[in-house]
């Protein structure tokens, strides 16, 4: 990489540090090229991005962000994963880490706060905000059918009591 090329790849990560919503920091030592691409395409599908980061340079760009405690994660051959939901990136790491030992998450970052690998699983467990989402827009219906029910139902029974007292005279 020439210089220039440096400096550049340094303020695109410095602002992905700043900008995304989690970091997941992982070793990706004997990963194939399919097995690489395969966890590319899943990140992409869950609206993230999968690097592959010159550990020098990710510390360069790590300073003067709020991400900046988890330098010490970036030795051997490392990848970073991230996403503006701060789900999906660990979601999908750890996901793709069930399948694949080669994969070893070794930590992250979640805006100031500074994750270890269990920190990491513990908030591929939470639901995303597009599950979250649903799930309020949910509630929020629930009750609005419920009373729209119970508006009904006196009417209802008013009309089946009508039709009774009709069908009774209709027979006498």
Same mark, same amino acid.
């Given at each position: 990489?020439?210089?220039?090329?440096?400096?550049?790849?340094?303020?695109?990560?410095?602002?992905?540090?700043?900008?995304?919503?989690?970091?997941?920091?992982?070793?990706?030592?004997?990963?194939?090229?399919?097995?690489?691409?395969?966890?590319?395409?899943?990140?992409?599908?869950?609206?993230?991005?999968?690097? @592959? *980061?010159?550990?020098?340079? =990710?510390?360069?760009?790590?300073? %003067?962000? +709020?991400?900046?405690? !988890?330098? #010490?994660?970036?030795?051997?051959?490392?990848?970073?994963?991230?996403?503006?939901?701060? @789900? *999906?990136?660990?979601?999908? =790491?750890?996901?793709?880490?069930? %399948?694949? +030992?080669?994969?070893? !998450?070794? #930590?992250?970052?979640?805006?100031?706060?500074?994750?270890?690998?269990?920190?990491?699983?513990?908030?591929?467990?939470?639901?995303?905000?597009?599950?979250?989402?649903?799930?309020?827009?949910?509630? !929020?219906?629930?009750?609005?059918?419920?009373?729209?029910?119970?508006?009904?139902?006196?009417?209802?029974?008013?009309?089946?009591?009508?039709?009774?007292?009709?069908?009774?005279?209709?027979?006498?």
């Amino acid at each position: 990489m020439e210089r220039a090329e440096k400096r550049e790849f340094v303020t695109g990560l410095n602002e992905v540090f700043k900008n995304t919503g989690s970091v997941v920091v992982a070793h990706y030592a004997g990963l194939t090229v399919a097995q690489m691409n395969d966890l590319r395409s899943k990140m992409r599908a869950a609206g993230g991005t999968v690097k @592959v *980061a010159k550990n020098r340079l =990710a510390i360069i760009a790590l300073q %003067g962000t +709020d991400s900046e405690g !988890i330098s #010490g994660l970036f030795k051997g051959q490392t990848l970073i994963a991230y996403a503006e939901d701060p @789900v *999906a990136a660990p979601k999908v =790491a750890s996901d793709f880490a069930k %399948g694949n +030992d080669k994969l070893v !998450i070794l #930590g992250g970052a979640m805006g100031a706060t500074a994750l270890d690998a269990d920190g990491v699983k513990a908030l591929a467990t939470m639901p995303s905000l597009d599950e979250l989402r649903a799930k309020i827009v949910g509630m !929020i219906k629930t009750p609005a059918t419920r009373i729209a029910q119970v508006v009904n139902a006196p009417a209802a029974q008013l009309a089946r009591v009508f039709g009774a007292y009709a069908r009774k005279d209709e027979a006498a």
